[in-house]
């Protein structure tokens, strides 16, 4: 049996095997980790040399030509023989790299690559996720631009109230989009690198290795982490990076999961009605609690009972958001109105909400309030008959009425209805959402092809 028939004996996440990006799925592999693992002992070889340790150029040459070149079979069998993953790969490494196998992952632990990728996969993955949610906002502005004067039922408790605009509805949804747009971009800047802390975070082993001098183990540690990207590195830790930062991206995951969740409710709510059609099928965002309980039992320096749970709530939790934006996205590219039944709906509930407005006309009129009556009548059909509402045919009926008659079509005008609707989308969109939008201006082109 060939490799490739032998991985369809495996259990596949379907996250990966059909749903998430290239991108995302890349961004948690194998292949992205232990190759950024070989970037980091690189980067700790250059600044190692750079600060006077007896490292030559022959050997961080040595280690770059062979920094994607990864015998991953030769790396399982070595951690099948000693139970470590981290020593797996530096064996593997130094098998490449003869001359260079004495300084690979000098002074460090394995948390200096094991940490310092994770932190790169969560940037990354921020990076990615980041674009995607600024084209469904895009798109959805669009649409909210639109259907900015377009009545339309609104509901408390799913029970019809006053109108509002499809338009303004749809910022509604922005609003929460944008608000998660901005916490998803804080807790991506928010991420430090661990930098070279050594085993216990205190950096004994690099003030060894420069036999006292404070100084250049601090300019190693800022040499590593400007290589790799990061302007800050934490300045405390323990073994690990603290666990916090884990919860804090991924609290903001599981927020946006809420905001999608509520906004395709609403879609199925309204496709129910019929007055919008969409082709949605639903994801949610992984659970919350594996990192809240990961943080909480993390005792003093490090415990390993956080390395299982994180190989799965951080890449799951990224991928799943990963999908339901690209869902999304396509959703809010393909949303169709139907204006008709809208209008329809309107028809049937607006006669009820106008009664004040008959009251009001009719007082100016000198009459008194007895549409009450009337309106009581026409509930009665609808509600205990089935029937349609008559309340404006009982109106035009009643002699009473005479006297507002020719007020009656522009008494129920929809667009009374609506309130500044239409003025607030303008506003909420030239304020709120297109300059959130001005970073990813160039990325707004992608289009999305789901295969589902």
């Known amino acids: 049996m060939d490799a490739s028939a032998d991985e369809f004996m495996k259990y596949r996440s379907p996250l990966v095997s059909r749903y998430a990006s290239k991108e995302m799925a890349y961004n948690f592999s194998d292949r992205k980790k232990f190759t ?6 690189i980067y700790l070889a250059k600044a190692e040399k750079a600060l ?8 961080v040459a040595e280690m770059e030509s ?3 070149d990864i015998d991953f079979a ?3 069998e070595e951690e099948k023989r000693l139970r470590h993953d981290v020593m797996a790969h530096v064996h593997t490494f130094a098998h490449c790299c003869p001359t260079a196998a004495p300084i690979i992952h000098l002074g ?7 940490d310092n990728t994770d932190l790169i996969m969560l940037r990354d993955g921020f990076d990615i996720l980041l674009p995607k949610l600024a084209r469904v906002i895009d798109r959805l502005a669009s649409f909210a631009e639109k259907y900015a004067h377009l009545p339309t039922l609104g509901f408390t408790h799913y029970q019809p109230a006053q109108l509002t605009t499809v338009g303004k509805r749809a910022c509604l949804w922005l609003q929460d989009l944008t608000m998660d747009m901005r916490n998803l971009q804080r807790a991506r800047d928010d991420i430090r690198f661990r930098g070279v802390k050594g085993t216990t975070g205190t950096q004994a082993s690099f003030l060894q290795l420069f036999q006292g001098e404070h100084d250049k183990v601090e300019d190693l540690d800022r040499m590593v982490t400007e290589m790799a990207g990061f302007k800050k590195a934490y300045l405390v830790t323990g073994q690990t990076y603290s666990r916090k930062v884990d919860i804090d991206c991924l609290t903001v995951l599981a927020s946006l999961g809420a905001s999608i969740h509520k906004i395709c409710t609403d879609i199925r709510l309204l496709a129910n009605l019929k007055e919008i059609e969409e082709p949605f099928e639903k994801e949610q965002i992984g659970s919350m609690s594996d990192p ?6 993390q005792w003093l320096e490090r415990t390993l009972d956080d390395s299982a749970n994180r190989r799965i709530s951080l890449p799951e939790s990224f991928l799943t958001a990963d999908i339901i934006l690209s869902t999304l996205q396509n959703i809010s590219e393909g949303l169709v109105v139907y204006p008709k039944v809208i209008e329809r709906h309107i028809r049937h509930e607006l006669p009820f909400m106008a009664t004040e407005n008959i009251i009001m006309a009719m007082v100016k009129a000198g009459g008194n309030r007895q549409i009450r009556v009337l309106s009581q009548q026409a509930a009665a059909v609808v509600k205990q008959e089935g029937g349609d509402n008559d309340l404006l045919a009982r109106v035009r009926a009643d002699a009473y009425f005479t006297p507002i008659l020719g007020e009656l079509d522009a008494l129920l005008d929809p667009k009374t209805f609506i309130g500044r609707a239409p003025q607030q989308v303008a506003r909420f ?3 709120e959402v297109h300059p959130i939008l001005e970073p990813y201006r160039s990325k707004m082109d992608v289009k999305i092809e789901l295969d589902l």
């Open 36 to 41: 950024t693992w070989r970037k980091l002992w």
């Open 292 to 297: 809240l309980q990961t943080c909480a039992v």
């Open 74 to 76: 030769m790396a399982a």
């Open 66 to 68: 062979h920094a994607d």
């Open 52 to 59: 006077g340790l007896p490292i030559t150029d022959a050997q």
């Open 108 to 114: 460090a632990t394995s948390c200096y690559v094991g």
């Open 429 to 431: 969109l030239s304020e």
